[in-house]
């Protein structure tokens, strides 16, 4: 069975400080991974996805299949930054469509 | 953001009580989601869809319902509300269903169960 897991509920970094928020994953396959980020109260948006290998507000992942990780870094953080952050596996549904397999999140804090 | 409006946004109930949540959408996407969101779990797929009248079980059905009798619209039915189903509902919908085709979230749903 797939299972994404992200060992740590809070991450709390100061201003301008490296942050790497840590994703590993279990899938029998080449995966597609994404990272959504939900700031306070609000719908969770697509921050990143693997196939597309772009950088958004700062941020990269790179997918490194011998570890099985999909971790998400970003050189300096921002205040803005805080919030909370899912690493998401999708899996094809019969009939179509696709589940995603979310880790239980991580709080990412960023004090000034 | 993706045209996702979810009603009510917030909603108080007793145990017992039947509760029906709606998710409309005008982006005309096949695929839509119901997912709970629980401390500790992440986000749990409760059902969805992949096209008009077409509906399967998540992971976590159990207690809960869904039709879907037109495009934009996915109903999900909570029959007799329990306290187990305090949660924040979120739905989603995605396009085409390669695993590669992200979702789109609505703002989500507070729902108390007293």
């Known amino acids: 069975a797939q299972r994404v897991t992200q060992p740590e509920k809070l991450l709390s970094v100061f201003k301008g400080a490296p942050v790497e928020l840590k994703c590993n994953y279990s899938y029998s396959g080449s995966p597609e991974l994404f990272w959504y980020v939900q700031y306070s109260r609000q719908r969770l948006q697509l921050l990143l996805r693997?196939?597309s290998r772009e950088s958004i507000k700062g941020f990269t992942a790179d997918l490194n299949k011998g570890e099985t990780s999909f971790h998400l870094k970003k050189p300096f953080a921002q205040e803005e930054d805080s919030a909370m952050y899912y690493c998401a596996l999708p899996h094809i549904l019969t009939g179509g469509g696709n589940k995603l397999t979310f880790g239980t999140g991580t709080q990412l804090k960023v004090e000034l | 953001d993706a045209g996702i409006t979810q009603s009510p946004r917030h909603k108080v109930t007793e145990t017992g009580t039947p509760v029906t949540l709606r998710c409309h959408q005008t982006?005309?996407?096949?695929?839509m989601y119901w997912y709970r969101q629980d401390p500790g779990h992440g986000l749990r797929l409760i059902h969805y869809?992949?096209?008009?009248?077409?509906?399967d079980k998540g992971e976590v059905s159990d207690g809960y319902s869904v039709s879907r009798s037109k495009t934009e619209d996915f109903l999900l039915t909570l029959e007799s509300a329990t306290s187990s189903q305090t949660s924040v509902y979120f739905c989603?919908?995605?396009?085409?269903?390669?695993?590669?085709?992200?979702?789109?979230f609505g703002d989500g749903t507070r729902l108390s169960i007293l």
């Open positions: 869809s992949y096209g008009v009248k077409d509906t």
């Open positions: 982006e005309n996407h096949r695929y």
């Open positions: 693997h196939i």
């Open positions: 989603a919908i995605s396009d085409r269903g390669q695993g590669n085709q992200p979702q789109h």
